[in-house]
């Protein structure tokens, strides 16, 4: 399962005025990485993750998975929001479910060890206004679990988050990561979260969006995020951003 | 001696007994009461003015004769004939405007094509007033039972139309994205996103739409006919007999908050998902 992105342009319209999210982004993920997406606000990140979903089909270029064209959402592509948008009128187990039957016997054996493995057993019959932030959002990753996704798209999913509760989701990720062989893409503007999870980290520059440096992470897993090694590696990335021309657009890096 | 043991175990007793009646009952019974104070406290007044004699009795009979005429009614069988004929002129307009009501919210709420063919014209139709298609009503379809029904089902069609055209109407985009990520078929997506994200708005359609199909009983009843709880007041108006009128007006009252409660036990069950403002600052 790889994937080849090669994003010509992309622009899109604010009223009147074009403007110009992608210019050029071509990119070759092979099976198994992990690779986390940095870069300012407005650098077309999220955008770039939408078109690779399949949400977004309007853009100048190709993107292929194993050699076949993107033309829609398919379900090799499971997708993160950075909100939980689970449908609150379901509980936990049917949200997960959605529009797989639960009567299903096999259905229900995965979605039963889905809750065990994002950890929410108990809450299986909780309607999403009763979990907390942090829950809804493992009750995400499991229903995008569920459907097997061979790539997992996942866009800030754990900005919102307290952060103690985004350590504990980042590693309950690395966990799915390493179990379940999914390559992954997490867009991010959290720099120790994209140092911290990725095999590789893009450093994106804004207007138009551009590649600006693809940094190998070679640091065995799991992290410490307090050792020398890791501290390098935030550095050299960090350094990547200062030489940017727009420094003010550093704004809202968590630097 | 005797006295002594017995005034040591009251106050015991007492509280056994308040421990009997579960936390949550007596939170009920203190909402009941906070309810039917202020009509209770009317009635009381409204009954000491009649019983002075300062109103006469054909403008205002006191509490206690409305109850006397409705007892009468009650035991002549008078009053169930005409309730009968009542509720089912009323349900079976309601059912056959807010059917329609909702089939054509859901045609218009799912394409933009529709809605340009029917909701201009439907808007339109929905400002005239009950009494002015009446004397129309009459003219095309008799006195009989199909003008009133259609009458009533005239009212009742409106707020679920546009009820449940503002309910599809509203369902999150972002939700949409989700469908479209989870392959929803257009039959999922109706099922297990539309429609149960604008069942909100649609119930409150309904329960305006009930209140509506018993204004049009009403109009209906009044404009003439030979049964029904309108008939009777009519009837009882002729003949001075204001307590009679006043029975129909509660029953009215009564029944219409009866229907409006069933709807809403509908909503609590229905909508247990619901995450919004309960009135508790």
Not at chain 1, 73 to 87: A, D, M, S, T
Not at chain 2, 180 to 185: K, V
Not at chain 2, 220 to 239: K, P, V
Request: a positive charge; one cysteine or more; proline letters at 4%.
């Amino acid at each position: 399962m790889s994937i080849q992105i090669d994003v010509k342009s992309k622009s899109f319209f604010q009223g009147k005025q074009g403007v110009h999210v992608l210019q050029d982004v071509h990119l070759e993920i092979k099976n198994g990485e992990f690779i986390t997406i940095i870069g300012p606000s407005g650098c077309g990140k999220s955008t770039l993750l939408k078109i690779v979903a399949g949400l977004d089909t309007d853009y100048k270029g190709t993107v292929e998975i194993d050699g076949v064209q993107i033309d829609g959402p398919g379900l090799e592509q499971g997708f993160i929001f950075q909100e939980h948008r689970l449908f609150p009128w379901l509980t936990v187990e049917e949200n997960i479910a959605a529009n797989q039957s639960l009567k299903d016997v096999n259905v229900r054996k995965k979605v039963d060890e889905l809750i065990e493995l994002v950890r929410l057993k108990g809450f299986e019959k909780a309607y999403p206004k009763e979990l907390s932030g942090g829950m809804a959002q493992r009750v995400a990753i499991a229903r995008a679990l569920l459907r097997e996704p061979k790539i997992l798209l996942l866009d800030e999913p754990f900005s919102a988050l307290d952060a103690f509760t985004r350590k504990h989701l980042q590693d309950v990720l690395l966990d799915i990561w390493q179990n379940k062989q999914i390559t992954m893409i997490l867009v991010t503007h959290d720099l120790d979260e994209a140092v911290y999870l990725g095999t590789k980290v893009m450093v994106m520059k804004a207007k138009p969006g551009q590649i600006r440096k693809i940094v190998s992470v070679s640091l065995p897993f799991p992290r410490q995020r307090a050792h020398p090694s890791f501290q390098e590696m935030r550095q050299r990335i960090l350094r990547e951003f200062e030489t940017a021309e727009n420094s003010p657009l550093l704004e809202g890096l968590g630097i | 001696m005797n006295k002594t043991t017995i005034t040591a175990r009251q106050p015991l007793l007492r509280k056994e007994w308040e421990r009997k009646i579960p936390a949550f009952g007596r939170k009920k019974i203190k909402k009941w009461m906070t309810q039917a104070a202020l009509p209770l406290s009317v009635i009381f007044i409204w009954q000491l003015v009649g019983m002075t004699g300062t109103v006469s009795k054909t403008v205002l009979p006191t509490p206690a004769d409305i109850m006397n005429a409705a007892y009468q009614l009650t035991i002549s069988g008078e009053l169930f004939t005409h309730l009968k004929v009542s509720i089912f002129r009323a349900a079976t307009g309601f059912l056959l405007g807010a059917g329609i009501g909702l089939l054509a919210g859901i045609a218009v709420g799912f394409s933009t094509k529709t809605e340009d063919v029917i909701d201009p014209t439907v808007q339109m139709l929905r400002t005239i007033p009950h009494l002015a298609v009446a004397p129309l009503f009459i003219l095309w379809f008799g006195f009989g039972e199909t003008s009133k029904i259609l009458l009533i089902a005239k009212g009742a069609f409106f707020p679920v139309y546009v009820n449940t055209f503002l309910g599809i109407r509203g369902v999150d985009a972002k939700l949409f994205d989700v469908a479209r990520i989870l392959h929803f078929s257009r039959w999922e997506k109706i099922t297990l996103l539309i429609i149960p994200s604008a069942l909100p708005t649609i119930l409150s359609g309904i329960r305006l739409s009930l209140g509506a199909a018993w204004l049009g009983l009403v109009v209906a009843e009044l404009m003439g006919s030979t049964e029904g709880i309108g008939y009777m007041m009519m009837d009882a108006r002729q003949f001075s007999n204001t307590d009679i009128v006043f029975v129909g007006i509660i029953l009215f009252a009564v029944v219409g908050k009866l229907t409006d409660s069933l709807v809403r036990v509908l909503e609590k069950r229905l909508l247990r998902w619901q995450d919004t403002y309960k009135g508790t600052m």
